[in-house]
């Protein structure tokens, strides 16, 4: 994480859907998973994506 800056990419997430994730408590690979899915999703600009159990 050397060069992190906005000009070499980012994942724009809805702050409503930030703000909901405050509400709860989740564990570290929890959050992993719904890091994962925002990537590639909204780090894709998808809708939805077929996502496996193996990813």
């Known amino acids: 994480m050397a060069d992190v800056q906005l000009e070499n990419g980012y994942t724009r997430v809805a ?3 930030l703000e ?3 509400m709860y408590t989740f564990t570290t690979n929890q959050l ?3 890091m994962a899915v925002w990537r590639n999703t ?3 600009t ?3 994506h077929d996502i496996s159990l193996g990813f």
């Open 15 to 17: 702050n409503e859907i």
């Open 20 to 22: 909901a994730i405050q």
């Open 32 to 34: 992993k998973i719904i």
């Open 42 to 44: 909204y780090g894709y």
């Open 46 to 48: 998808r809708k939805k």
